[in-house]
DNA sequence: TTGTACGCGTTATCAT
DNA sequence: ATGATAACGCGTACAA
């Protein structure tokens, strides 16, 4: 039978609420009392009940983290990331997976927070921007943090990195090597990043005095396929680019795998980008230059925003990092 | 303030009791009342609390699902499996993700199986093979699922595919294509399904009447940098292989990427196999063959298995794919 | 077929 | 600084 709170409390000789101030580091407890209570505890290795400190306190000692992504990867660090640092504290991450089209994406999400009663939510996009979503959640007064959020950045706490600059990074890296026609493939429109990748592609093209061309602009949703696509149509142009971005690794490799496909030398035919975990960008061939986004550190962060005892709407910028892969520049000089 | 039993049953005009009795399809219950208690639930939206359930109750309404793989594709397919299934059932899954080479693992799973009080678990390798792990969740009278075990096969019921079977299908493949030295890179040694696909490997050999040169196996462990450094050391070789099957897709990209850094064309010149969840087997160039593992259907008939109200020692063998992606036989005639 | 009373293991309140 | 006792919201045993 697993050990109770009384049978602590009988070998340490105190009352089971003395047992409970120390379990939950009360002030008030004397030095000597406390130890008894912790030889007691590492003797029997109790462990208190989840399910009976959630129903008798206000805490459950649980976090929830709702994650969707088109690439594991992504989700997989993520869980991680915030895991690392519920384990420090005590804290269970409860990681549910869930559908970006699911149309009870919201009821799913509420019914979590409202059953379970975790004592905080990490929100991952696209649903950090679901209005819906977002109402839901408010209704039950429990603090969350949104990762990389797009318009409810004042809402809560968020962790995020600066898309828009980095996309601009690695346009003005794509620059400097020669390349002046530069093809973009977009995210999945219901992704904030998705914009703001765009958007930094456009501003470094404007600090760069070259004209914005829409025909080197293809959508996408985030997966191989989309890269695929997008790769095929901006390959069939007239004039074709001789660099392309995408606004993440999977389609770039999809961009990759086209370009293998009509026997284009990479990069000395063309370069291609990537944005994302650096998972996929290791693995192919070849290695593709590509934004580092730090998932796994973003996780630990949100966590860390999370759980701090003075919970604030405080915004936390993580660093990312270019990783040159490919350097190649144009093979003919762009227009 | 959400809703409880006690204001369904007012609402329903009826007691406590039968609300329960409702909620957890008792029989026995007049079919009026049951839309009457129906009806009042759907009103206010009330959903049982999880933590009063499993307190008051001997279930928990929650399973654990226990999960580490180096892919975390493999993680997240598994996830999603198992997530599936509980949905349908009103069963939470808590996915603890944990590292294989923790010296705490046999703890932390025992550690959420104490506290949470979940209904089962499901195990995937390595941990449903290392002893002390089993020992500590025998001790708690909870049903588990081993995925793909290796040593402790009746123990419990589990799902696998046919690793040995589906090594030795790979090899016939590769044999029948004319290769006659073929290498083999291994998984990690804590992997029972290593083993398994190294005894494939040598069992179509014999059958093939081609005498085993261990020369051509190299160790590994799962990862990229695993099949980049087996990679460099067969090709080292006074008489490298025509072809290479390593067991998994992550060592076949290092693989992949090392034969691309020495000019080799693949497969031309050298053909790569891998065997996996199929997720970067299809990114990489030239896309891999290999044995597509199911994933996420094994974690759907693992909860299955595990949510069956007459749960037994069921071993169930989901079938394995052998997927096609590169033809050529070797360059030159072996051996 | 339905209802009453009690207990699950912990925290919160209020006393000492 | 510590303890007695009442919640928490639900399932279970037993009664009706």
Redesign the interface.
């Known amino acids: 039978m697993?050990p109770k709170i009384d049978d602590v409390a009988r070998l340490a000789q105190v009352s089971i609420k003395t047992v409970s101030r120390v379990l939950n580091n009360e002030l008030r407890v004397a030095e000597d009392t406390r130890a008894r209570v912790h030889a007691a505890v590492a003797t029997l290795n109790y462990?208190?009940?989840?399910?009976?400190r959630?129903?008798a306190g206000h805490r459950?000692f649980q976090i929830a983290l709702a994650c969707d992504n088109p690439s594991?990867?992504y989700?997989?660090?993520m869980?991680?990331g915030v895991?690392d640092r519920c384990v420090a504290e005590g804290v269970?991450m409860?990681?549910q997976?869930y559908d970006h089209d699911s149309d009870q994406l919201a009821e799913d999400i509420e019914?979590l927070v409202?059953?379970?009663?975790v004592d905080g939510l990490i929100l991952t996009p696209p649903a950090t921007d679901y209005a819906q979503v977002l109402d839901l959640i408010a209704r039950h007064d429990i603090r969350f943090v949104l990762v990389s959020p797009g318009s409810a950045q004042d809402l809560t706490a968020s962790v995020f990195i600066d898309n828009a600059g980095a996309a601009a990074a690695m346009m003005r890296h794509l620059l400097a090597l020669g390349h002046r026609r530069i093809g973009f493939i977009c995210g999945h429109g219901s992704y904030a990043t998705s914009d703001q990748r765009l958007a930094g592609y456009r501003s470094a093209l404007d600090d760069a005095g070259i004209a914005f061309d829409p025909a080197l602009v293809r959508p996408g949703n985030y997966d191989?396929a989309a890269g695929v696509d997008a790769g095929e149509a901006l390959l069939a142009l007239a004039a074709p680019p001789t660099a392309i971005f995408a606004a993440n690794d999977?389609m770039a490799?999809g961009m990759?795998?086209v370009a293998?496909h009509r026997g284009l030398s990479v990069p000395n035919d063309l370069s291609i980008a990537g944005f994302g975990d650096d998972?996929?960008a290791?693995?192919?061939?070849?290695?593709l230059t590509t934004i580092r986004q730090p998932v796994r550190r973003m996780g630990y962060e949100a966590a860390d925003l999370l759980l701090a005892p003075d919970f604030r709407a405080e915004r936390r910028e993580i660093p990312f990092e270019l990783i040159r892969r490919q350097s190649t520049g144009p093979a003919r000089s762009g227009g």
Chains 1, 2 share one sequence.
């Open positions: 697993r462990r208190p009940s989840f399910a009976a959630s129903l459950s594991p990867y989700v997989y660090e869980q991680s895991r269970r409860i990681a997976p019914s409202a059953t379970s009663g191989f999977e490799a990759l795998s293998h998972a996929v290791r693995f192919v061939w070849p290695p």
